[in-house]
């Protein structure tokens, strides 16, 4: 289910703080000058004694035509543009579609037979151009359970990268088109990544903020916590006791960006993780995930409901409870202070420990925020955590920075969104896996 989420009073961020790296720039609509610089990844130390011109191949147009559609539903204007309408193929996702990459001017919804009407938006059917999504209307040519035929055009998104061989020789890789999750393109054997570019769907040409420099390849470590704010669960690891972990959150923690693999949700992959640095411990993972509900929603639920706080968080009695809420957004910081007192409060006279789970970054306008270059997380509930765990001595694991540290990484944090908008693919969910063994010592 789609997480929902309101980012309220999120500052707008101006420049972006200095990139590291080996220098690039554009020097034309659709090349690149990288260089003079030096920078040193994964142990190899990369000199480039002058700029590198390189040309970069513009964004792929594809042209669909006759998809076949069984039935279209009625245009739903007042829904989310993901579901206002039939989706289109090529532009789904998981759970939604992809949005900016289709070219609205392109698209003919057509009668299945071929002799039948000529179809006409605003009578027969409308769209939603930005998301993607078709309709038919009351009173049009389009009947309930009609099937029709769509053409149109879209442009998918890349991510290219900059790469020196073994023998010094800078190249151009071209990533693979895609919409949704998309990853850098796979190297040859001694071939190390110095910059990444961003190429997300139908733009013009390349600006500063399609250029990924790579600064480093991992997030700087952090010293271990839980010897002082985890103490009862590291002793019951370190025993090779039975340990019950209750990972309590929403739609991310249901598995939402990867639900076809259970083993890659973020607190799966954290159990495993655990039980290989303490193998003699009996490790139980709970889940209690609700998608598009928030913390507090998840607690005034009523006791009839399939989702229950009490039944899924409190009568396990876990000695450890993780919480992630990307929907708790909306909470300002002092919102958030007031707020997780009272979580702390029932948690603690339960006998459980707590880890509070920053959250992963959704998608740019959704935080209100013009780059994905920035150190800082801007929304005032993620200060708000932060200042909570730092005043009431509560373990925090740090999703966020990761999330913030990708496009030193020379990623752009969007490509780790398995629906394009705020669910983490597997890549994504281990990031959390890491800010939370990151607390615990080896």
Not at 5 to 26: D, E, K, M, N, W
Not at 64 to 69: M, T
Not at 235 to 243: D, Q, S, Y
Not at 357 to 376: C, G, N, Q, Y
Request: charge should be negative; include cysteine.
């Amino acid at each position: 289910m789609m997480t929902l989420l309101i980012a309220l009073g999120v500052q707008i961020l101006g420049s972006p703080p200095q990139a590291g790296g080996i220098p690039i720039r554009t020097v034309a609509d659709w090349s690149v000058e990288v260089g003079p610089g030096t920078v040193t990844l994964d142990g190899r130390e990369i000199t480039l004694a002058r700029g590198e011109t390189l040309v970069v191949e513009p964004p792929e147009r594809r042209s669909i035509r006759d998809e076949a559609h069984p039935a279209l539903p009625l245009f739903r204007p007042k829904a989310g543009g993901w579901l206002k309408g039939s989706r289109l193929e090529k532009l789904i996702t998981v759970e939604c579609t992809a949005t900016g990459l289709l070219l609205p001017e392109t698209v003919r919804v057509k009668a299945q037979a071929s002799e039948g009407p000529v179809l006409s938006r605003g009578s027969d059917y409308e769209m939603d151009e930005f998301w993607g999504t078709i309709g038919r209307l009351e009173g049009g040519k389009i009947g309930e359970g009609i099937p029709v035929r769509i053409d149109y055009d879209y442009t998918p998104c890349r991510l290219d990268s900059v790469v020196v061989g073994p023998e010094g020789k800078v190249s151009l890789v071209r990533g693979t088109p895609g919409v949704g999750s998309i990853e850098p393109p796979r190297l040859a054997p001694g071939e190390t990544a110095i910059a990444n570019l961003w190429i997300p769907g139908p733009i013009p040409k390349l600006t500063a903020e399609n250029l990924f420099p790579i600064e480093r390849v991992e997030s700087p470590p952090v010293a271990p916590v839980a010897e002082r704010l985890l103490p009862k669960t590291l002793e019951k690891l370190r025993a090779g006791n039975e340990v019950t972990i209750v990972a309590w959150g929403d739609s991310v923690t249901d598995g939402g960006g990867v639900e076809k693999n259970p083993e890659l949700r973020y607190q799966n992959q954290f159990a495993k993780a655990l039980q290989e640095r303490f193998p003699k411990a009996a490790i139980r993972m709970l889940t209690a995930g609700w998608g598009g509900q928030h913390s507090r929603g998840y607690m005034e639920a009523p006791p009839e409901g399939a989702k229950v706080f009490a039944r899924d968080v409190l009568e396990p009695k876990p000695d450890l409870v993780t919480i992630e809420f990307v929907n708790d957004a909306y909470l300002s910081e002092e919102q958030t202070q007031e707020h997780y007192r009272k979580i702390k409060d029932i948690l603690e006279a339960n006998g459980s420990e707590i880890i509070l789970i920053t959250p992963h970054l959704v998608r740019p306008d959704w935080m209100a925020v013009t780059t994905m270059k920035f150190d800082e997380d801007p929304r005032p509930y993620v200060k708000g955590l932060y200042r909570f765990a730092k005043e009431n001595g509560v373990a925090l694991a740090d999703g966020s920075r990761r999330w913030c540290e990708l496009w030193r990484q020379g990623i752009p944090y969007v490509t780790l969104e398995a629906n394009s908008i705020n669910h983490p693919d597997a890549r994504g969910h281990a990031l959390f896996a890491e800010a939370l063994m990151e607390l615990f010592p080896e």
